[in-house]
């Protein structure tokens, strides 16, 4: 499983993209390859519409896109993961991201056994 951090914007999701159909001509399944919406601003409609652009590209994207937060930086600065933020709200939002990442690797476990 590839997942592949992008914020909204044209500029970070075309690279993106490009990198993800590399690792499917190297042999990566394009269905092991997930997308995070990442650094995401307060606009709804453009987390769909960036969501529409990978989504056409072939390719999942998780539920929960991470908002841009100062509490998410800080948590990095200091060495510490996204779920170590210091407010719960955003630590809950974290969790809920690395469940799906999860939850999509144990569903593509399953469907190989």
Same mark, same amino acid.
Request: without cysteine.
């Given at each position: 499983?590839?997942?592949?951090?992008?914020?909204?914007?044209?500029?970070?999701?075309?690279p993106?993209?490009?990198?993800?159909?590399?690792?499917? =001509? $190297?042999?990566?399944?394009?269905?092991?390859?997930?997308? %995070?919406?990442?650094m995401? &601003?307060? *606009?709804?409609a453009?987390? @769909?519409? =960036? $969501?529409?652009?990978?989504?056409?590209?072939?390719?999942? %994207?998780?539920?929960?896109? &991470?908002p *841009?937060?100062?509490?998410? @930086?800080? =948590?990095q600065?200091?060495?510490?993961?996204?779920?170590?933020?210091?407010?719960?709200?955003?630590?809950?939002?974290a969790?809920?991201?690395?469940a799906?990442?999860?939850?999509?690797?144990?569903?593509?476990?399953e469907?190989?056994?």
């Amino acid at each position: 499983m590839a997942a592949l951090a992008t914020s909204t914007t044209v500029a970070d999701m075309v690279p993106q993209v490009k990198f993800a159909h590399e690792l499917k =001509a $190297r042999s990566i399944q394009g269905k092991k390859i997930l997308f %995070v919406i990442n650094m995401s &601003l307060d *606009s709804p409609a453009a987390v @769909q519409e =960036a $969501r529409d652009f990978i989504e056409g590209a072939g390719y999942k %994207v998780v539920g929960t896109d &991470l908002p *841009s937060r100062q509490s998410y @930086q800080n =948590a990095q600065n200091l060495g510490r993961a996204l779920t170590e933020a210091t407010l719960p709200t955003l630590n809950d939002r974290a969790a809920e991201v690395a469940a799906e990442i999860v939850s999509t690797a144990s569903a593509l476990t399953e469907k190989k056994r």
